[in-house]
């Protein structure tokens, strides 16, 4: 089954406490990226890939990181979280070029206290 | 990055027709215009994509006049589970699709 998977789906951690919200796809798209959901204000993109090695960042990127080793693979690091990054978070992905259809994950529930 | 304007909210009845207009004044010629829906708690998922006149598939249509400023998505005969929050999103294929997401229209169908 074609699909985007997140692993937690749940998280609350403290604080400054490093942690990673893993993203996979089988569907060799070249095209993955993560997003932030706050009620009130939609979808918010934090970091793109177009391809292996080639990230960018997007509207929200301050306090992420992201690296994409595999083309499967596109984790999400928070290095230093904070309350202000508690948010509902989503990974999506795409085949490259004229194709407008994402494919997101079921959603990673974040709580910093 | 064109923005876009859609209702907030918008009730109707199974069975029904529904058409959610969406407007988009300053849609340049290589936007896409690409609607999604969303449950609560679940990432959101294509419906439709088109660029003019009318689109059409399986579960929704997509009308768009020649000016393109604006887009109505039409979802024939609702049930209860089409209730949900739909976007409407414009975009070109070449770009780097930081698209917009605004806050949607949230549809309920009542019974």
């Known amino acids: 089954e074609a699909q985007v998977t997140q692993n937690p789906r749940y998280l609350i951690t403290v604080t400054g406490k490093k942690l990673t919200v893993t993203c996979s796809q089988n569907?060799?798209?070249?095209?993955m990226s993560w997003y932030r959901q706050d009620p009130g204000l939609g979808l918010r993109q934090i970091y793109y890939?177009?391809?292996?090695?080639?990230?960018d960042k997007g509207d929200v990127p301050e306090g992420y990181k992201v690296s994409r080793k595999e083309k499967r693979n596109f984790p999400l690091i928070l290095e230093s979280p904070s309350p202000n990054q508690t948010s509902l978070y989503f990974c999506?992905?795409?085949?490259?070029?004229?194709?407008?259809?994402?494919?997101f994950g079921p959603g990673t529930r974040l709580t910093v206290t | 990055l064109a923005k876009t304007t859609q209702p907030i909210s918008m009730d109707s009845y199974e069975g029904q027709e529904v058409n959610i207009t969406c407007s988009h004044n300053?849609?340049?010629?290589?936007?896409?215009i690409t609607w999604y829906q969303q449950f609560p708690s679940q990432g959101p998922r294509f419906i439709i994509q088109g660029y003019k006149t009318k689109v059409t598939n399986e579960v929704a249509s997509l009308f768009i006049p020649a000016d393109r400023k604006s887009s109505t998505l039409s979802l024939p005969r609702v049930s209860l589970s089409d209730t949900a929050v739909y976007y409407c999103l414009v975009g070109a294929w070449d770009s780097n699709y930081q698209l917009i997401w605004g806050a949607g229209t949230k549809l309920i169908i009542k019974p």
């Open positions: 890939s177009m391809n292996v090695e080639v990230t």
């Open positions: 569907m060799n798209h070249e095209y």
């Open positions: 999506a992905s795409r085949t490259d070029g004229f194709q407008y259809e994402q494919y």
């Open positions: 300053n849609i340049a010629t290589n936007d896409y």
